[in-house]
C-alpha cells in the first residue's frame, strides 16, 4: 500500500547536511549523560495495537520528519544533521529492551543518546492489565526537536495508523488534513525568526533593563532542589517509567478550568504560582528557608507561526525565566498569581525570550566559544514547566470519538502523557497537559540528585496547590 504524502528519497538526499541551528547546538553542547537532555512522551491505548501497522506508520511518518532520523556529523568544525536512510524505527518491547539502564552505582538511569553514532529517537512497546491494555513510550534527543515536534511527529504516526487498521474505505480515502502534511524542504527555515524580529514589541525592553536581566541570568544563581535526606538516588525507581503522572479527576479538572475562566487567567499561570510555591515547601523541607533563596522557573516559549503547519518536526521555541525569592512567595497562591500574571503578559508584551536566541546565535559562530559557555552555565533554573494544553489537539477534528476517547484504527487512546528533560542543577521538569478536558502532571527527573520517591513527593505536593486553589472560592 502507497504511503499518502510519502517523501521521496532523492528530496532528503539534497536536503541534507543541514547545519545545526544555534538552538539545537545548544542543546547537543548542554546534553550530560548522566543527565540525558531527552523528553519522553507516552501514549496509552485501550487495546493491543498491530505492532506491523504500527511499524510502519513510523517508518512512513519519520520520513516526513527527517531530524527524528538523522545522525550529527561535523563540517567546517560545526555540527550538521545527516538523515540516516538506514534508520528503521520500529517498537522494542521492554520485556527485552527496558527504558531506563543501569549506571557504574547500579541504579537506574534515562539511557543517552550519542548523536555522532545513533539517530535521536526511540521507541517501546509494553503490554498492559495482562494483555488488555497497552503503551507507547517515545523517547527523543532534545536537540532533535522541542515538544510540539514530537506531537507534530506523533499525529502524523496516529494518522498514518488509522489509515492502516480502521475502516477499509480510509485506507484510500485522501487524509482530512491534507494542508498540514510536513513537508522536509522547510526544515531550511526552522531557525528564521525574521518576521518576528521585524515586528515592533508591544513594549520595547531599554538598555538597562537587558543588562538587569543578564545581571540576573548569570551573576545570581537559583537554587537547586536538593534532595532531603541521604538514602540511595535510585530509590524505588522502575526499569520502564522515565516519568512520574498525576490524573484530576473529571470533577476537580472541571471545577479548576471553570475557575481559571471566571477568573480571566490561564491554567499555565497558575501552574507556574502552584510550582513556585512548592519549590518553596520542598527547600524549607530540606532546612534551607532564608528569605532571599532565588527559586527561578523555565517557561519554554513555542515561536511558530502559522506559517509553520507544515514545518517538519524541529526545535522552534526559545526559553523565559521567572524568578521569585522565598520572601516574595509568602502570600499565598492568590497573591502570586496576580504577579505571575502581570509577568507573563510582560514576557508576551517585550518578547524578551528573543534575546536568548540572539545570544545563541552571536555565540554560536565560534563554536570552542559556546562550548566553554555552555559549560560554564550549569544553573540556569530550579525547575522547567510546560503547559502544552490539550494534548489530542491536531486529532479530534478528524477522528471519532467512543465515550471520549479518540477512535484510532483498530484501538483508542486513553491518555497522551509527557515532559520535559531534566538538566544539571534543574532536577525537576514538569508537564502540564489537558486530556480530554481532564488535567494531569508529569514530572522528570535528575536520577543523579533525586529518587522516584522524592519526585512522587513533590509531585503529590504540586497537585494539591493546584487542587486547593481550584476547589477554593472564586
Not at 140 to 159: E, M, P, T, Y
Not at 198 to 218: D, G, I, S
Not at 261 to 272: C, E, F, K, S, Y
Request: aromatic letters at 10%; charged letters at 25%.
Amino acid at each position: 500500500m502507497a504511503a499518502e504524502g510519502a517523501v521521496p528519497a532523492d528530496s532528503l538526499e539534497t536536503l541534507f547536511p543541514l547545519r545545526l541551528a544555534p538552538m539545537e547546538h545548544f542543546l547537543l553542547l548542554d546534553d550530560r549523560p548522566e543527565c540525558p537532555l531527552t523528553p519522553f512522551v507516552e501514549l496509552h491505548f485501550t487495546s493491543q495495537l498491530d505492532r506491523d501497522a504500527f511499524n510502519q506508520s513510523l517508518a512512513v511518518s519519520i520520513r516526513r520528519h527527517p531530524l527524528l532520523a538523522s545522525r550529527v556529523v561535523w563540517k567546517d568544525g560545526f555540527p550538521h544533521w545527516q538523515f540516516d536512510a538506514s534508520f528503521q524505527p520500529s517498537l522494542v518491547d521492554v520485556a527485552s529492551h527496558t527504558v531506563l539502564t543501569t549506571s557504574d552505582e547500579q541504579r537506574w538511569c534515562i539511557r543517552p543518546f550519542d548523536l555522532e553514532h545513533e539517530t535521536g529517537s526511540r521507541f517501546w512497546y509494553e503490554t498492559l492489565d495482562a494483555g488488555g491494555k497497552c503503551r507507547v513510550i517515545v523517547q527523543v534527543h532534545h536537540a532533535v526537536c522541542d515538544g510540539v515536534g514530537i506531537r507534530q511527529f506523533l499525529i502524523d504516526v496516529l494518522f498514518e495508523y488509522d489509515r492502516r487498521t480502521g475502516e477499509p474505505a480510509k485506507q484510500t480515502s485522501p487524509s482530512p488534513r491534507r494542508e498540514r502534511v510536513a513537508e522536509p524542504k522547510r526544515l531550511e527555515q526552522r531557525a528564521d525568526f525574521t518576521r518576528i524580529e521585524q515586528t515592533p514589541a508591544n513594549v520595547k525592553l531599554r538598555w538597562w533593563q537587558k543588562l538587569r536581566n543578564a545581571y540576573y541570568f548569570y551573576l545570581q544563581p537559583p537554587q537547586a532542589l536538593a534532595r532531603p535526606h541521604a538514602d540511595d538516588a535510585c530509590e524505588g525507581d522502575l526499569p520502564n517509567e522515565p516519568l512520574c503522572h498525576h490524573f484530576f479527576d473529571a470533577p476537580t479538572s472541571e471545577l479548576t478550568l471553570e475557575k481559571c475562566r471566571l477568573n480571566g487567567v490561564r491554567l499555565n499561570d497558575v501552574a507556574l504560582s502552584a510550582l513556585f510555591l512548592t519549590c518553596r515547601w520542598w527547600n524549607e523541607r530540606c532546612g534551607i528557608t532564608r528569605r532571599g533563596t532565588r527559586i527561578r522557573l523555565l517557561m519554554p516559549t513555542d515561536l511558530r507561526e502559522r506559517r509553520d503547519l507544515r514545518l517538519p518536526a524541529a526545535n522552534r521555541l526559545s526559553f523565559s525565566f521567572l524568578g521569585r525569592t522565598h520572601h516574595q512567595l509568602g502570600g499565598g497562591l492568590t497573591q502570586v498569581l496576580e504577579t505571575i500574571r502581570a509577568e507573563t503578559q510582560q514576557i508576551k508584551d517585550t518578547r524578551v525570550y528573543m534575546d536568548f536566541l540572539k545570544g545563541l546565535r552571536s555565540v554560536s559562530k565560534y563554536p570552542q566559544r559556546f562550548r566553554r559557555a555552555v559549560d560554564g552555565n550549569r544553573n540556569m533554573a530550579t525547575a522547567v514547566m510546560t503547559y502544552a494544553g490539550d494534548l489530542a489537539r491536531g486529532l479530534t477534528e478528524s477522528l471519532p470519538k467512543n465515550d471520549g476517547r479518540l477512535v484510532v484504527g483498530d484501538t483508542e487512546i486513553e491518555r497522551v502523557v509527557g515532559a520535559p528533560p531534566a538538566r544539571e542543577n534543574t532536577n525537576l521538569t514538569f508537564g502540564v497537559y489537558r486530556n480530554w478536558g481532564r488535567i494531569g502532571l508529569s514530572v522528570s527527573w535528575s536520577r543523579k540528585e533525586l529518587s522516584r520517591a522524592d519526585a512522587r513527593v513533590f509531585l503529590e505536593q504540586f497537585a494539591s496547590e493546584l487542587k486547593r486553589w481550584g476547589e477554593s472560592g472564586s
